[in-house]
């Protein structure tokens, strides 16, 4: 059992220190959570992706194992098709992985934009579950099974500190989500377990392109125009950071931004 006196392992806080890893993924269908899955399958990592729609997620394996060897084990990549904040699901996964090192959570939906006035304490609830309940429960799930060392990361978005109208409901979870990173952070330090966050920008995914206005590649090129480097950024360099924080054994309780620069901007 991992107490206060366990050490953390040091290790190379280069990605190609994540070789022989296992890493659950949590909403790793498509975006982020997709790309960092071909990462951390193209270092060496076993990676178990987990994602609702069925017909996504085997596609998403079949990309991931294509990041791999040809002599590759037939368990180096896992599906487990269901919904991340279930606990049935969250078990599946876990027991399939069998020792994990690393968790990823990404968020996969942007609702319940509108008015506070138009708000309702349901359509709350409703949000409440699906965007920060995951989170719980992969906190839950994550606690009772990391080594010391191993790693929860969860994803925020630069609108939590850069508002605009209309997103109190979504945004008032997206900054509980990065409190909930620094509480779990010293809640779980005694077993030395880490947590972080990654607060993205504008990144290019089928997330994004689902917005009005930004389903195009001239959309998507204007969105980004603005930004000090000119361009929105893409699913690898979004899943790249939070292979640092997997790979980085003395990072805990960080809020990481990766948006271009996007928030120097007024």
């Given at each position: 059992?991992?107490?206060a006196s366990t050490p953390v392992p040091v290790?190379?806080?280069?990605?190609?220190?994540?070789?022989?890893?296992?890493?659950?993924?949590?909403?790793?269908?498509?975006?982020?959570?997709?790309?960092?899955?071909?990462?951390?399958?193209?270092?060496?990592?076993?990676?178990?992706?987990?994602?609702?729609?069925?017909?996504?997620?085997?596609?998403?394996?079949?990309?991931?194992?294509?990041?791999?060897?040809?002599?590759?084990?037939?368990?180096?990549?896992?599906?487990?098709?269901?919904?991340?904040?279930?606990?049935?699901?969250?078990?599946?996964?876990?027991?399939?992985?069998?020792?994990?090192?690393?968790?990823?959570?990404?968020?996969?939906?942007?609702?319940?934009?509108?008015?506070?006035?138009?708000?309702?304490?349901?359509?709350?609830?409703?949000?409440?579950?699906?965007?920060?309940?995951?989170?719980?429960?992969?906190?839950?799930?994550?606690?009772?099974?990391?080594?010391?060392?191993?790693?929860?990361?969860?994803?925020?978005?630069?609108?939590?500190?850069?508002?605009?109208?209309?997103?109190?409901?979504?945004l008032s979870l997206g900054g509980a989500v990065?409190?909930?990173?620094?509480?779990?952070?010293?809640?779980?330090?005694?077993?030395?377990?880490?947590?972080?966050?990654?607060?993205?920008?504008?990144?290019?995914?089928?997330?994004?392109?689902?917005?009005?206005?930004?389903?195009?590649?001239?959309?998507?090129?204007?969105?980004?125009?603005?930004?000090?480097?000119?361009?929105?950024?893409?699913?690898?360099?979004?899943?790249?950071?939070?292979?640092?924080?997997?790979?980085?054994?003395?990072?805990?309780?960080?809020?990481?931004?990766?948006?271009?620069?996007?928030?120097?901007?007024?």
């Amino acid at each position: 059992m991992t107490t206060a006196s366990t050490p953390v392992p040091v290790r190379s806080p280069l990605p190609t220190g994540l070789a022989g890893a296992t890493a659950v993924l949590i909403g790793a269908s498509s975006g982020i959570g997709l790309a960092a899955g071909v990462l951390l399958r193209s270092v060496g990592a076993r990676v178990v992706l987990v994602g609702r729609d069925p017909g996504r997620l085997e596609a998403a394996v079949a990309r991931v194992r294509e990041a791999g060897q040809e002599d590759d084990p037939g368990d180096a990549v896992v599906g487990v098709s269901g919904d991340g904040g279930d606990q049935r699901t969250l078990d599946e996964a876990f027991d399939r992985a069998g020792h994990t090192d690393h968790v990823l959570v990404t968020a996969g939906s942007i609702s319940g934009a509108g008015p506070v006035s138009e708000v309702s304490r349901d359509g709350l609830g409703a949000l409440l579950g699906d965007r920060l309940w995951p989170a719980f429960a992969a906190a839950r799930a994550a606690a009772a099974r990391l080594p010391a060392g191993g790693s929860l990361t969860f994803s925020s978005g630069t609108l939590v500190v850069r508002p605009v109208p209309g997103m109190s409901a979504p945004l008032s979870l997206g900054g509980a989500v990065e409190t909930l990173t620094r509480a779990l952070a010293v809640e779980l330090a005694p077993a030395r377990q880490r947590v972080n966050a990654v607060r993205y920008g504008m990144i290019d995914t089928p997330l994004l392109r689902s917005l009005p206005g930004v389903d195009s590649d001239e959309g998507v090129a204007a969105a980004g125009a603005n930004a000090p480097l000119g361009r929105v950024g893409t699913a690898e360099e979004a899943a790249a950071s939070a292979l640092f924080l997997m790979a980085n054994s003395y990072v805990t309780g960080q809020v990481i931004t990766v948006d271009g620069g996007a928030t120097l901007t007024g």
